[in-house]
């Protein structure tokens, strides 16, 4: 059975020519009777399709976000300039609103416009909570996904659905959407 190793748009080398070239299409090999592809081939626009073997990423972890590389993201909170603590008082957190921060100097990150957070601040709590639990549910999401592959025939069927949910979740994180006015036109 084989998986993708590289995805669509992807930059990589073509160790056969020795050039630099993108991804245009994954070509999984399928046979009758089989859930998984028997082998994965990549068109990269040189004339014929190559194996996993014969392209290099551009980086060695491209695709692949090791333990720890997402960093240590955090719900910080800011001082709303428009409301004082006490204009705010039905809020969780009177006179102030939530910031995820993504980046170890706090500068990139999430925010909300003060205006949706005084709509509904609970839901917005609530979602910077799960903003900042993003990275350890992508640790869990990858584990299972890894063990799905590795010990499909000890697994029960539950950990066997959960992992392909997992993989289909992290596909969605690592594939390069398509451009929005091609598939409109495409429709």
Do not use: C
């Given at each position: 059975?084989?998986?993708?190793?590289?995805?669509?748009?992807?930059?990589?080398?073509?160790?056969?020519?020795?050039?630099?070239a993108?991804?245009?299409?994954?070509?999984?090999?399928?046979?009758?009777?089989?859930?998984?592809?028997?082998?994965?081939?990549?068109?990269?626009?040189?004339?014929?399709?190559?194996?996993?073997a014969?392209?290099?990423?551009?980086?060695?972890?491209?695709?692949?976000?090791?333990?720890?590389?997402?960093?240590?993201?955090?719900?910080?909170?800011?001082?709303?300039?428009?409301?004082?603590?006490?204009?705010?008082?039905?809020?969780?957190?009177?006179?102030?609103?939530?910031?995820?921060?993504?980046?170890?100097?706090?500068?990139?990150?999430?925010?909300?416009?003060?205006?949706?957070?005084?709509?509904?601040?609970?839901?917005?709590?609530?979602?910077?909570?799960?903003?900042?639990?993003?990275?350890?549910?992508?640790?869990?999401?990858?584990?299972?996904?890894?063990?799905?592959?590795?010990?499909?025939?000890?697994?029960?069927?539950?950990?066997?659905?959960?992992g392909?949910?997992?993989?289909?979740?992290?596909?969605?994180?690592?594939?390069?959407?398509?451009?929005?006015t091609?598939?409109?036109?495409?429709?």
């Amino acid at each position: 059975m084989a998986k993708a190793t590289f995805h669509k748009n992807q930059k990589v080398f073509v160790k056969p020519v020795g050039t630099w070239a993108i991804v245009e299409r994954v070509s999984p090999q399928w046979v009758k009777g089989l859930d998984e592809p028997l082998k994965v081939l990549y068109d990269v626009g040189l004339g014929r399709e190559f194996s996993a073997a014969e392209l290099v990423p551009d980086r060695p972890d491209q695709g692949h976000i090791e333990d720890g590389a997402l960093g240590f993201w955090r719900v910080l909170r800011v001082r709303n300039r428009l409301k004082d603590g006490s204009e705010g008082a039905d809020q969780p957190f009177p006179g102030t609103f939530p910031v995820v921060a993504t980046d170890e100097k706090n500068w990139g990150g999430w925010r909300v416009p003060s205006a949706e957070y005084d709509r509904d601040p609970e839901k917005v709590e609530f979602q910077a909570r799960m903003i900042e639990a993003t990275p350890h549910l992508f640790q869990i999401a990858k584990t299972l996904a890894r063990q799905l592959h590795e010990h499909t025939d000890d697994l029960p069927l539950e950990m066997i659905e959960l992992g392909k949910q997992a993989e289909t979740v992290l596909r969605r994180i690592h594939e390069t959407p398509a451009d929005p006015t091609s598939r409109k036109a495409a429709e």
